[in-house]
Each structure stands twice: as C-alpha cells, then as structure tokens.
C-alpha cells in the first residue's frame, strides 16, 4: 500500500521517514545565515518527517507566503538574523 496522502496511522514507516542529504557549501551557508554547527546538533536531536521539506525549501529561499509554518522549518532554529 503506497497511496499518496495516506494518513500516518495508516502509512507505512517508509513513507513518513525518508532519509535526507542536505549538500552545501560554505558561501550558501553564509548567504543563507546559516549556523553550520547548529545544524549538525539539531540534526542528532530531533526526527523529522516529509512534512519539514516544504518550509525549510521556503524558509532557507526566504520566500514570504502565509502557508509557511517556521516550526516546520529545518533551518530555522541555526539561521541567524
């Protein structure tokens, strides 16, 4: 069973947690305000699901739109202002 939107109740664990890659290097670090070392410490602490991919894209491009959710957001807790 691989229907899209399946509810996590339902959902097998594959289709909730996907492993992710973020590659970057030091100048879109910087350009992105982003702490690197917060990132590798938030990355152990915490698990994140499919859901996070949408807000991070948008909060790491800075895009303003009322859809985004900043608890959602990846890199929200290592972007500095």
Known sequence: MYP???????ALAEQAHIPMLLWGN?????????????LYQHARQQVFLHDNIFHSVLGIKDVKTSEYQTKLDLFAPCRQK
């Open 4 to 10: 899209h939107a399946t509810l996590y109740a339902l």
């Open 26 to 38: 030091h100048n879109f670090a910087r350009t992105s305000k982003l702490d690197i070392n917060c």
